[in-house]
Every structure is written in structure tokens, then in C-alpha cells.
């Protein structure tokens, strides 16, 4: 079965420094993956999708089907990124149904 | 528009009851998918339902069921609750049901199971 793995719950970083949210997953197929973000006290929505290669709020991943990652990267973080990143998968023909990480926890200190 | 709007906001239950959640659509998506979200977990996929017929279902056992209105407004019904049900239960709808569409998130309907 497929499985989408973040090894991180928590990511602490400083303000200005890059950030790295690792992502991997486990599927033998070409599956879709996407970034949703979760800002307190707010909804879960689609920061990116790798389909679409554009970046978000500075936000960029790239497709490694190689290693099987989509890792979420940013070179400056800011204050206003602190929240809950989850990395998500939509397999070939598989609709559109998500299957979802455990989240990271980003935490952007002054 | 709201958005996708969920009802109740929170449910406390007990065991062996039963519990009713309901959801609406964005105006205008035809589909809508059910998620579990047990706290330190991320959304597991439960149902999707498009134009009132289910085109995808999970892991989940029996006691959960689904179904769509003609309105394209959800309801899932979860019987004899166990205490493991307890999670934040979230909607999403989309224009269609492949990747294509972005799924938009309600804001969940936290149940709690005593």
C-alpha cells in the first residue's frame, strides 16, 4: 500500500534561515504529491502541487522519483510560515483521493 | 461563499451510540470526500461521494456510511462508536474527482467518544 512519510513532527528554525520539510513516500506507480498547510486556526489548504512547478509564498518542492521525495523548501523562512505542513499523495487513477503524512510542525522563531 | 461549511463543531458521544455529521459543498462541487483526523495523525481518507454515487471508500469498517444529497450536501453516519472514533472528522469538496481539482477543507467536526 502506499505510505507517505514525514520523519519530522517538529521543525524549529530561525527567522532568515532556510528550511528543509522532508517528505517521502512509498508507492511504485507516478503519483501526484502536494503540500497542504494548516496555519492556526485556520484549514487545512493546498500550498503546491509538484504538477504545477510554480512556487507558493517562496515555498518550493521538487519530484525526486529517484529517491521517492518531495521535499518543501524555502531559503528565508519568516515568522508567518510557523505552522503544520502535511505532504500528501494522489495515486494514477486513484481520483482524487489524498493520502496524507503525519505533518511537521514548523516553527519559525524571531 | 463560506466554503465548505461542517455542522455540529464539536459532538461529545458515548459509546455504542450512533452520530450523524453533516457537510456542504462550496457552491457548485459535485464532490465530497469524508477524512479522519485522530490527533498526532494526519487526514485518513474515508469516502468520496460525486453526483450522489460513492467513488471511493477506505479502510474503515461497516459502522461507517455515507451518502450525498441531491444538493451535493453529505451526511457520515457512524454506528456503535468506539472510543477509538474520537478524531477531528473533515470535509472536502472539489469540482471533480481527479487530481486535477483541488479538494477545499471544511473546518471539521471535532467528536469526542466517552
Known amino acids: 500500500a502506499q505510505r507517505v512519510t514525514q520523519p519530522e513532527k517538529l521543525l524549529s528554525v530561525f527567522k532568515g534561515a532556510p528550511v528543509e520539510l522532508k517528505c517521502n513516500y512509498s508507492?511504485?506507480?507516478?503519483?501526484?504529491l502536494f503540500w497542504y498547510v494548516q496555519y492556526s486556526r485556520q484549514r487545512l489548504q493546498l500550498l503546491l502541487r509538484?504538477?504545477s512547478r510554480e512556487s507558493i509564498k517562496g515555498f518550493t518542492a521538487d519530484l525526486n522519483k529517484g529517491e521517492t521525495s518531495f521535499h518543501l523548501k524555502k531559503p528565508f523562512a519568516q515568522e508567518e510560515d510557523s505552522a503544520m505542513y502535511y505532504c500528501a499523495l494522489i495515486l494514477t487513477g486513484g481520483g482524487n483521493k489524498l493520502t496524507f503524512g503525519t505533518g511537521t510542525q514548523l516553527k519559525v522563531e524571531l | 461563499d463560506a466554503g465548505v461549511t461542517q455542522s455540529p463543531t464539536h459532538l461529545i458521544k458515548t459509546r455504542g451510540q450512533h452520530v450523524t455529521l453533516r457537510c456542504s459543498p462550496i457552491s457548485g462541487h459535485k464532490s465530497v470526500s469524508w477524512y479522519q483526523q485522530v490527533l498526532g495523525q494526519g487526514p485518513q481518507f474515508i469516502f468520496q461521494?460525486?453526483?450522489?454515487?460513492?467513488?471511493g471508500r477506505g479502510n474503515f469498517p461497516d459502522r461507517f456510511s455515507a451518502r450525498q444529497f441531491p444538493n451535493y450536501s453529505s451526511e457520515l453516519n457512524v454506528n456503535a462508536l468506539l472510543l477509538g472514533d474520537s478524531a477531528l472528522y473533515l470535509c472536502a469538496s472539489s469540482l471533480g474527482v481527479t487530481g486535477t481539482y483541488e479538494q477545499y477543507f471544511g473546518p471539521g467536526t471535532r467528536l469526542t467518544v466517552t
Open positions: 461521494y460525486y453526483e450522489k454515487e460513492e467513488r
Open positions: 509538484h504538477i
Open positions: 508507492y511504485s506507480g507516478s503519483p501526484e
